[in-house]
């Protein structure tokens, strides 16, 4: 196994059934930090989280061109690293709910339960709305910063929403007195060009038969990105899958409504030791 093939990851648990967690574009696998702790019990011995920095993300290494194929390779490598002969409850978020959706079409073996997280598995077409943030964050003067209160007084003045704000500037490192991006900034910005085909909105044709183990559709009631269209879809590629609707949140799901995620996850653990 190179190191290149596994992806950074932080282990929360020392005990129980496996989780992992995928997080969305320009995340980190700690933004899932509460709700793995929460599942892993205040002993530790409930379950075992895995939160992974999903490729050219957080601590992980850069790609030189985005495709999901290679971030499910590298996620299935990651997880037979951490346990070579378990299987996992595999949980994804937006871009990750996209990537555990291919990691499991591809690598089934390695997924007993998959949870998906206010996504589906389709074009959406481009990345115009991202575009904004891609160019703010390219454009704020590293050089120049004096520290995290000047970056986030610079980034102010090009996204007011203190909340998006603060999302995206975890994404911002210093060592020693240099700052860094620790997002692939140029990848996305290739791949989020203006009228180019966006790989990261789009959604592969993997050639794999349909997943036939249990799938939970977490879908955010106020958020637009799952349409009741999109589950023929869905079904076709994950027959069992099983829509939940989150009332009242937007598309950060396991931000806005943690406790409802929390025991959605908890009750896919009971029915996984049920079954066993």
């Not at 160019?135 to 120049?144: D, G, I, T, V």
Request: with cysteine; hydrophobic share 40%.
């Amino acid at each position: 196994m190179t190191a290149e093939a596994t992806l950074f990851t932080t282990q929360v648990g020392s005990a129980g059934p496996r989780v992992a967690f995928l997080h969305g574009l320009f995340g980190q696998g700690r933004n899932w930090t509460q709700i793995a702790k929460a599942l892993a019990g205040p002993d530790g011995s409930a379950a075992r989280c895995l939160l992974v920095d999903l490729p050219d993300h957080g601590r992980s290494a850069w790609t030189e061109e985005f495709s999901y194929e290679t971030y499910a390779a590298r996620v299935a490598a990651t997880l037979r690293a951490a346990a070579p002969d378990e299987s996992w409850v595999l949980v994804g978020h937006s871009l990750g709910g996209k990537v555990a959706m291919v990691t499991t079409l591809t690598h089934p073996h390695l997924v007993r339960n998959l949870v998906v997280v206010d996504i589906a598995p389709k074009d959406y077409g481009d990345l115009d709305r991202f575009v904004h943030y891609i160019e703010a964050m390219r454009a704020l003067p590293l050089r120049e910063l004096t520290g995290r209160a000047d970056a986030e007084e610079r980034f102010a003045q090009v996204e007011p929403d203190p909340a998006v704000r603060g999302f995206l500037l975890q994404n911002l490192r210093r060592q020693g007195t240099t700052w860094s991006w620790q997002a692939n900034l140029e990848l996305l910005a290739r791949d989020a060009a203006r009228g180019s085909r966006s790989r990261i909105a789009d959604f592969p044709d993997t050639g794999a038969p349909a997943y036939e183990g249990p799938v939970v559709w977490l879908v955010g009631e106020e958020s637009g990105y799952v349409k009741d269209t999109d589950t023929e879809q869905m079904r076709a590629l994950f027959p069992r899958a099983r829509p939940v609707v989150v009332k009242g949140v937007g598309h950060w799901v396991h931000s806005e409504a943690p406790d409802v995620v929390t025991e959605t996850l908890r009750r896919v653990l009971r029915r996984q030791a049920a079954d066993a």
